[in-house]
């Protein structure tokens, strides 16, 4: 039996089910539901290919009426026997394109701005939110949105703490007995240089850290003298207070890894040549950290058969190839939680989103000029004068 297009009831044979190897769970029409089902990007032209002929009884349509609103567009149509229909691109949330709101909401949360989005959209020509839509979007759902999860994250952080809090006092004594046995090795060299390899040391015997030496190895190497000029500058030198303070602090070091890792998630998402206002600089700031607590700890990527990957680099600095560990990718499953909020946020039925974003500093500068800007006519006038000057 043939099955006929133009009949209501008219569905996709079973082998022309639409499925896609790196999509999860689909329905028969190749689609999910909810906010992240897959999208496409479709020319215009090949959009009203789809309204030519009625969905009801097939004959040609004789109007239709296109209105868009940014990225959503929606199609009323009437055919000739006066049936008619409307269809839009994407569903509404409260009276907003939901598409709309999604297209701000990953734009900030993945660190972009406005102005890198606006340009690639142009070059393709498609059709987002305008400048004062996604900033309107930002103030009064983006922002608002991020604080919570960022709150939410610091206070799991803090109790977490709050467990650990019992155990810093033996971290603090361990530092102390570390910094006191760097100096320890290092006066030691004033026994060994002496042909003293075993002493006693403020009630404790302590011992040199090379194998023991025969009496022929003992006899054949020429020890200091303990009167020596040698062996009183080389005592001089060796507990000079100075480098005695300096061993001790060896043992506060830490590699600043760690730090440089969060400066450029940052970066990522606030970069330093870009301007922002307060609000937007917070909020960007509050997704860099969700960002990098997340992916705190990564394992170190494997092979098929085990073995740690790396990447191999060539560096300026040093000169010479090193290897560097590869890591899994990040977790970015938090962006997904984020638009969740901003959906919920969207439902509310108050003008004023809850919560609100915190409070700007009373004090806070417009710029970092230390003087005020003068009358913009003078400055004017200034870049004149000089240009006549040439």
């Known amino acids: 039996m043939d099955l006929d297009p133009k009949d209501t009831s008219f569905v996709l044979p079973s082998d022309t089910t639409s499925s896609s190897p790196s999509s999860g769970s689909v329905s028969s029409s190749g689609s999910t539901d909810g906010w992240a089902g897959r999208k496409w990007l479709v020319d215009e032209a090949k959009l009203m290919e789809l309204f030519r002929t009625c969905t009801q009884c097939g004959v040609a349509i004789e109007e239709k009426r296109v209105a868009t609103r940014a990225s959503q567009i929606r199609i ?48 393709i020509n498609l059709q987002l939110p305008g400048k004062t839509q996604f900033y309107a ?21 803090h109790s977490f703490n709050f467990l650990l809090r019992g155990k810093n006092w033996k971290c603090v004594v361990m530092r102390g007995v570390i910094a006191l046995e760097c100096v320890r090795r290092w006066t030691s060299v004033l026994h060994h240089i002496r042909g003293i390899h075993r002493w006693e040391e403020n009630g404790r015997e302590y011992q040199c850290a090379h194998p023991p030496l025969s009496e022929e190895d003992q006899e054949k190497k020429r020890w200091l003298e303990h009167d020596s000029p040698a062996f009183r500058a080389l005592k001089e030198l060796v507990e000079e207070k100075t480098l005695l303070r300096d061993l001790r602090q060896m043992a506060l070091f830490k590699h600043t890894g760690s730090l440089e890792v969060f400066h450029n998630v940052t970066l990522k998402y606030a970069s330093k040549r870009l301007h922002f206002t307060y609000d937007s600089m917070r909020a960007r700031t509050e997704l860099a950290i969700i960002d990098h607590n997340i992916n705190i700890g990564r ?11 790396y990447k191999y680099m060539y560096t300026k600095t040093t000169q010479q190839w090193v290897a560097k560990p590869v890591y899994e990718p990040t977790s970015q499953e938090f962006r997904k939680d984020l638009m969740e909020d901003v959906l919920k946020l969207r439902e509310e039925k108050s003008l004023e989103p809850w919560p609100r974003p915190p409070p700007r500093p009373r004090r806070l500068l417009q710029n970092i000029a230390p003087v005020p800007r003068p009358d913009p006519s003078e400055l004017v006038a200034q870049r ?4 006549k000057q040439l």
């Open 137 to 157: 979007i930002q103030s009064k759902y983006l922002i608002p949105g991020i604080n919570p999860a960022y709150k939410g994250q610091q206070t799991n952080i």
């Open 299 to 309: 394992e170190q990527k494997t092979t098929l058969e085990g073995k740690p990957q």
């Open 384 to 387: 004149l004068s000089r240009f």
């Open 76 to 123: 009323h149509w009437t055919c000739l026997k006066g049936h008619t229909g409307e269809w839009a691109s994407c569903t509404d949330q409260r009276n907003m394109a939901r598409n709309n709101l999604l297209a701000c909401a990953a734009t900030f949360f993945t660190g972009a701005t406005y102005s890198d989005i606006k340009e690639w959209a142009e070059l």
